[in-house]
């Protein structure tokens, strides 16, 4: 029958190793069943394991890691954009939209789901273009005016191309999330060659932001089932966040314009 090929998943949730266990192995069998690229890597080996699959193993176990790290250069190429703006603000203009920003990888239990649940086919050239939110940069701003003003500025830099928007501050989920997404591509330079590697962007307010973190934990406690009660609960919390966003935003703007301070031109979206 072969063998039976098993994840052996790293702290960071990639895999940095490979767990292979012999099921029933024919005895006249030359040598083990051809691996599918489904994303594992290299461990402890069975001692009759061929060359030429060790060899097999070992050249999957460098593209995978390769597979990361382009993700792992895009996302540090993406923060030290954002970063620069955001120092550039905070020691030139009186004001910074950008309040935090947090990165993250995709888990390797999170993107095998996703490649089940979407049908992608198991090879990494197609889950890279298929796949397009591996790497992630989340962008919380203090109003919702700003999540557009940081949208525009990161995007009208020349190596970034914008391939998607999704925008849920003016279309907002039917549970009532509210973010900005942007897929984005960004060049990685490697060695011996370039990468335009995608990235998804979230832009969100602090309220938005709050809200999200909150529906993302009950809805990881009630495994997707929320009641409905605490559901139409959630929505309500939605739009007293939205009521929020929208009078910090006129009192900050009051207070703005009673100080003189008009240097800095922000970005209104309409959502009426």
Not at 62 to 83: G, H, M, S
Request: overall charge negative; some cysteine.
């Amino acid at each position: 029958m072969g063998t039976i090929a098993k994840l052996a998943v790293a702290p960071s949730g990639w895999p940095t190793a490979l767990q292979i266990e012999k099921d029933t192995v024919n005895e006249a069998e030359p040598q083990y069943e051809a691996l599918p690229e489904t994303l594992p890597t290299l461990r402890g080996l069975p001692e009759r394991i061929t060359e030429d699959a060790r060899s097999a193993l070992r050249d999957l176990q460098t593209r995978l890691v390769a597979f990361q790290l382009k993700y792992q250069f895009a996302l540090d190429q993406l923060e030290t954009k954002i970063n620069i703006l955001r120092e550039e603000f905070e020691h030139t203009h009186e004001y910074s939209p950008i309040e935090h920003v947090r990165t993250r990888l995709k888990s390797m239990d999170s993107l095998l789901a996703k490649i089940e649940r979407t049908n992608c086919p198991r090879d990494l050239d197609s889950v890279g273009e298929r796949i397009r939110d591996i790497a992630g940069v989340r962008i919380t701003c203090s109003f919702v005016a700003d999540a557009y003003w940081i949208a525009d500025m990161l995007t009208s830099q020349p190596d970034v191309t914008v391939a998607e928007v999704k925008d849920y501050i003016v279309e907002p989920k039917p549970n009532g999330y509210q973010s900005l997404h942007l897929i984005v591509q960004v060049p990685v330079y490697l060695s011996d060659r370039t990468e335009l590697v995608y990235v998804e962007v979230q832009i969100r307010t602090i309220a938005m932001d709050f809200w999200a973190s909150l529906e993302h934990k009950i809805y990881y406690k009630y495994e997707g089932e929320i009641p409905a009660g605490l559901r139409d609960e959630l929505r309500q919390a939605a739009i007293v966040a939205d009521h929020l966003d929208r009078t910090m935003a006129r009192l900050h703007d009051e207070v703005s314009h009673l100080d003189g301070r008009h240097d800095v031109v922000r970005h209104q979206r309409r959502r009426d």
